[in-house]
């Protein structure tokens, strides 16, 4: 491990310089998961900082989810969790690709359903009306991650029964091989208990945490196309988005007029 005495005059904080060489380690694998970390004696002897700087730095990954501690144990390395910024209507491969991850799709049940009301209201046809269900497990790096049922028009999705849903986004071939322009999504994000229908096929413990997200993108033209159930593994992936606070322009003060004495 490098020392950090040559880089006191750095205007970077060093604890700020120690957290950044520890993430860098924990990503590229030179601590595995699970790893003991040096304790933080043997870390500022190591780096040359005090302990309150190595404090702070592990403080910081822990808040990040990068390490946990184990009281009388020690610090040792989570596993880091896959994460899809919610900037932007995109699919999980194509988010996970761009990442470098290796996404595939088990497609479990691919078939014609009558409509439920849920679905029938968010796609807005009939109750009972034949929809396609498209079930999926997906695979992140050859671990199952979420599972997805999907809700189609029944012609769209006798369509992509020639398509090879294994390796492809459906909002790719959409937008590519169908046509269809897409538009905005709406989601809703919630947290449950896996059941031992969605704790097989993640193969997970029933009772474990997963993010479950409601979906329902719409055309270009905001026409409701396809509905989504997504149950995601809460151990190993997150989403994550940026906000900002725009405060409103506060209107000018209103003078009071003033009374005009009467003589």
């Given at each position: 491990?490098?020392?950090f005495?040559?880089l006191a005059?750095?205007?970077?904080?060093?604890?700020?310089q120690?957290?950044?060489?520890l993430?860098?380690?924990?990503?590229?694998g030179?601590y595995?998961?699970h790893?003991?970390l040096?304790s933080?004696?043997?870390?500022?002897?190591?780096?040359g900082?005090s302990r309150?700087?190595?404090r702070?730095a592990?403080?910081?990954?822990?808040?990040?989810?990068?390490?946990?501690?184990?009281p009388?144990?020690g610090?040792?390395?989570a596993?880091t969790?896959?994460?899809?910024?919610?900037m932007q209507?995109?699919?999980l491969?194509?988010?996970?690709s761009?990442?470098?991850?290796?996404i595939?799709?088990?497609?479990?049940?691919h078939?014609i359903?009558?409509?439920?009301?849920t679905?029938a209201?968010?796609?807005?046809?009939?109750v009972g009306?034949?929809?396609?269900?498209?079930?999926?497990?997906?695979?992140?790096?050859?671990?199952?991650l979420?599972i997805?049922?999907?809700y189609l028009?029944?012609e769209?999705?006798e369509r992509l029964?020639k398509v090879d849903?294994?390796?492809r986004?459906?909002f790719?071939?959409?937008e590519?091989?169908f046509?269809?322009a897409l538009g905005?999504?709406?989601l809703?994000?919630?947290a449950?208990l896996?059941?031992?229908v969605l704790?097989?096929?993640?193969?997970?413990e029933?009772g474990?945490a997963?993010l479950?997200?409601?979906?329902?993108?719409?055309t270009?033209?905001?026409q409701p196309l396809?509905f989504?159930?997504?149950y995601?593994r809460?151990d190993?992936?997150q989403?994550?988005?940026?906000?900002e606070?725009?405060?409103?322009?506060a209107?000018?003060?209103?003078?009071?007029a003033?009374?005009?004495?009467?003589?």
């Amino acid at each position: 491990m490098s020392n950090f005495r040559t880089l006191a005059m750095s205007p970077v904080p060093l604890y700020t310089q120690l957290k950044e060489s520890l993430r860098e380690r924990i990503l590229d694998g030179t601590y595995k998961v699970h790893q003991q970390l040096p304790s933080e004696s043997e870390m500022s002897a190591l780096f040359g900082v005090s302990r309150i700087t190595v404090r702070q730095a592990l403080s910081d990954l822990q808040k990040e989810g990068l390490i946990f501690k184990i009281p009388g144990k020690g610090t040792f390395v989570a596993k880091t969790k896959a994460f899809q910024q919610l900037m932007q209507l995109e699919g999980l491969a194509e988010a996970m690709s761009r990442m470098g991850y290796e996404i595939y799709n088990q497609v479990t049940s691919h078939k014609i359903v009558p409509a439920s009301t849920t679905v029938a209201e968010r796609l807005q046809i009939e109750v009972g009306a034949p929809v396609a269900e498209i079930k999926r497990v997906r695979h992140l790096n050859r671990e199952p991650l979420s599972i997805e049922i999907t809700y189609l028009p029944a012609e769209i999705g006798e369509r992509l029964r020639k398509v090879d849903l294994a390796t492809r986004d459906i909002f790719l071939v959409l937008e590519n091989d169908f046509g269809i322009a897409l538009g905005r999504a709406d989601l809703q994000l919630d947290a449950m208990l896996a059941d031992e229908v969605l704790a097989r096929p993640l193969q997970i413990e029933e009772g474990t945490a997963l993010l479950r997200m409601e979906r329902l993108t719409h055309t270009a033209a905001g026409q409701p196309l396809d509905f989504e159930y997504l149950y995601f593994r809460g151990d190993a992936f997150q989403y994550r988005l940026q906000i900002e606070r725009h405060s409103a322009t506060a209107a000018a003060p209103t003078t009071p007029a003033r009374r005009t004495r009467k003589k």
